[in-house]
């Protein structure tokens, strides 16, 4: 790391630690692992949600409705590769720690082995029944045209997505979130560029939106697949994986393979309790008409954004917590855990309080209608402040993932979507409260699992969870 980089992480640090919120020694590591995640993450978020807006200037409101439907399908590839890529830092981060390279090198081509399973027969569905999955979430031809269209356009970078999510998570296990930064900011970039050029240099609308995400994602893959077979990125600053996918790894290991089954499980369930409750949220947005589901999305891009944050925090919390309980030092674990879930909420509020003074002029650059940014600014409130409680549920439910404890905190995901944030919305439908439903139920889809999720991190039965995944178990 720089010099500078690393004085004013001493300084902030110092900074954070006299406040209490974490120590500087446990800061500086958290920080270097976390900032280029961070950066990755914006990245990322920032692609969609600069293609949610030229597509609002190119097409109008029917084109960003229909982006919408399209995009809550593949918010379930992202969950679902998520998901898988839990299991893989998990495991890759405790072996790492403990030392077992090869053994973490094996459970990458594991995970690889699943996300290819994943990864066909989805893209399989987006290609053949794109125009049926979107007529699910609408009734309006136009919307259903232009979701249609993302769809099919998008289908091809399914693989891809997963693929990339699995190296993301191999680098962020070892604690190299640097090259990953690089090669995942760099395809944002070039989305974004490559988007704008579609969409407004030929005239492809939402076609030219998906079509930059197809060849952006693709290229990102190519990439970090020459890093994770171990070859030199040369003078980039970048690194190989110390833990490289070989051809001999290529096979399946009953032990193994069970494991990454057996933790990635649950949180593919959590994540796509995530990932599915929008369906619903957005088909009871639908009633309301392409203006209020323009304002729903252009809520939820803009959480994404302040959620960059828990791309690096959250990351951090589970690599630095694995690494530490592979050690063998699980006091220093649930202290590392405990440190970044006050960071977290620390920075979460800062910045859910700036969005929410300037929602207005934020959601002004989505929508050219007065009337339809009216109604996207409450959104976008609403958003930021659900945000706080998702900065709490990434950072705890982060620390157990590093534990391998991922069954309670699926089980959270269920109950504050589908238990609260759910019902609350379809009170919309047959009450008073109309759209002011959605806005309670942005509330509580991340406040509830977010309090459940720390309240599992502080009972500290993650700890004995994670004694069955160290490296001295496979030895055992």
């Known amino acids: 790391m720089a010099g500078r980089q690393a004085d004013a992480i001493g300084v902030f640090g110092s ?14 590591p958290t920080a270097e692992l976390a900032w280029p995640r961070i950066v990755t993450g914006f990245a990322i978020m920032s692609k969609q949600t600069a293609d949610l807006a030229m597509v609002g200037i190119a097409v109008g409101t029917a084109g960003t409705a229909g982006l919408a439907y399209a995009l809550a399908y593949w918010e379930v590839v992202t969950m679902l590769g998520l998901g898988l890529a839990g299991g893989t830092v998990s495991l890759v981060s405790q072996n790492f720690g403990g030392e077992a390279d090869e053994r973490a090198s094996l459970a990458v081509t594991q995970s690889i082995l699943l996300a290819f399973a994943l990864a066909i027969p989805l893209l399989a569905v987006f290609l053949l029944f794109a125009e049926p999955l979107i007529a699910l979430l609408g009734n309006e031809p136009a919307p259903i045209a232009h979701g249609t269209t993302y769809l099919v356009y998008v289908a091809p970078a399914v693989l891809f997505e997963l693929c990339n999510l699995i190296a993301s998570r191999t680098y962020t296990g070892v604690g190299d979130t ?97 990932g599915v409750v929008v369906f619903p949220l957005v088909w009871i947005a639908g009633t309301f008409g392409p203006v209020v589901v323009t304002a729903l999305e252009v809520g939820r891009r803009v959480r994404s954004l302040i959620n960059s944050v828990n791309w690096g925090l959250s990351l951090a919390s589970s690599s630095l917590v694995g690494q530490r309980l592979g050690a063998g030092d699980e006091d220093e674990a649930g202290a590392y855990g405990a440190a970044i879930i006050r960071l977290a909420a620390v920075s979460y509020v800062a910045l859910a309080a700036l969005v929410v003074v300037f929602a207005e002029p934020i959601a002004s650059l989505f929508v050219d209608d007065p009337a339809a940014g009216a109604r996207a600014a409450p959104f976008v409130a609403v958003a930021a402040v659900s945000a706080v409680g998702m900065g709490i549920d990434g950072t705890a439910s982060g620390a157990l993932l590093g534990a391998g404890d991922t069954r309670l905190p699926f089980l ?64 055992d």
Request: charged share 15%; aromatic share 10%.
């Open 178 to 274: 640097y090259t990953e930064m690089v090669a995942r900011a760099g395809g944002a970039a070039l989305n974004v560029v490559l988007s704008a050029v579609f969409i407004f240099g030929f005239e492809m609308g939402v076609a030219g939106a998906a079509l930059g995400t197809t060849l952006s994602t693709g290229a990102v893959t190519v990439v970090l697949a020459w890093g994770m077979v171990g070859r030199s990125y040369g003078r980039l600053g970048m690194e190989p994986s110390p833990v490289p996918v070989t051809a001999a790894g290529l096979r399946p290991d009953p032990t193994l393979l069970g494991q990454v089954i057996e933790i990635s499980a649950p949180e593919i369930g959590r994540r796509l309790a995530q």
């Open 412 to 475: 959270a995901s269920l109950v504050g979507r589908y238990v609260f944030a759910l019902p609350v919305a379809a009170l919309g439908l047959v009450t008073p409260l109309g759209v002011a439903a959605l806005y309670l139920a942005l509330l509580l889809e991340m406040f509830v699992p977010g309090g459940i999720n720390y309240w599992l991190f502080r009972r500290g039965r993650w700890k004995a969870v994670s004694r069955r995944y160290r490296p001295s178990a496979g030895t």
């Open 15 to 28: 900074l954070l630690e006299r406040v209490g919120i974490i120590d500087a020694e446990r800061f500086r």
